[in-house]
């Protein structure tokens, strides 16, 4: 046999031999799996984290687009927004043109939104689904605010398991909720000093029905805090989709927001109106 042809069978008998180890090796990995690089934390540690980061932003100013399914189609338009806790929130929509579309301010218990296109301005009290006239986030007014500020709704006095989600490397909350629900949150927990941002959570009822969930992605560091640029919403009950992806934002300004940003000024005939939460 000539050297070459020994040589040319060799290698064909190690590509054979690759060709089968090679499945089973790949097959045996744990590819992305994440393990946990500290010590378990509790749950009270980790619901302290959240809560103190979201509490940290007491005020934010910024623009964002928000595309938003509205019932009939989708709404795309950028949208203005201040918030100031405990639950004041202000949204001024411009149209295409730059212009006023519409504006929806709280104090967090009453709620105006002046619709220029359809030339009307409605009152009304602070609910959910009063709120989500304009974006579509029906939550609380305090609760809209910590979505906005990266973080999640936390049940009080809830108790809790954590579990480690290997594939996301995600430190898994379940809240028990008064009437058999659940809120189930994930922070980032990947690293040896992880950042437990708020990856998603969702609230399900007794029989496991996702009420809302919400997801964000693209944590950046804005003036010392940590702010997603993305931020997903959906409340399948209300067949709600909100994508708010941010252009700019101010946590914390040092000049302060003005009281007058709660309320709307106009002179149109107030509509009261009334709406009822699914």
Request: with cysteine; hydrophobic share 40%; glycine share 12%.
């Amino acid at each position: 046999m000539l050297r070459g042809q020994q040589r040319g069978r060799l290698g064909e008998g190690r590509l054979r031999y690759l060709g089968v180890i090679l499945p089973l090796v790949l097959a045996g990995c744990p590819g992305n799996d994440y393990t946990r690089k500290t010590a378990t934390p509790t749950v009270q540690v980790l619901l302290g984290k959240v809560g103190a980061r979201q509490a940290a932003v007491t005020a934010l100013r910024g623009k964002a687009t928000v595309d938003h399914w509205d019932g009939k189609q989708r709404v795309k338009g950028e949208v203005n927004i201040l918030v100031e806790r405990p639950g004041s929130l202000h949204f001024r929509a411009t149209d295409p043109a730059g212009g006023v579309a519409a504006k929806l301010a709280t104090d967090g218990k009453e709620f105006q939104l002046l619709d220029v296109a359809n030339n009307r301005f409605l009152v009304g009290e602070a609910t959910p689904c009063n709120l989500a006239r304009l974006v579509g986030i029906a939550m609380q007014s305090g609760q809209v605010i910590d979505l906005l500020v990266g973080g999640a709704p936390l049940a009080v006095g809830a108790k809790g398991t954590l579990a480690w989600d290997k594939k996301e490397g995600a430190e898994v909350i379940t809240l028990a909720l008064p009437g058999g629900g659940q809120e189930i949150i994930r922070l980032n927990g990947r690293g040896k000093a992880p950042t437990y941002d708020v990856m998603s959570a969702e609230e399900r009822d007794a029989a496991g029905k996702v009420l809302w969930r919400l997801s964000h992605f693209e944590f950046v560091v804005v003036d010392g805090v940590r702010l997603p640029g993305v931020t997903k919403f959906v409340q399948p009950a209300r067949k709600a989709d909100v994508i708010v992806k941010w252009e700019s934002r101010t946590p914390n300004p040092e000049s302060g927001i003005p009281a007058e940003a709660w309320h709307l000024d106009n002179e149109l005939t107030p509509e009261v109106v009334t709406c009822t939460d699914p």
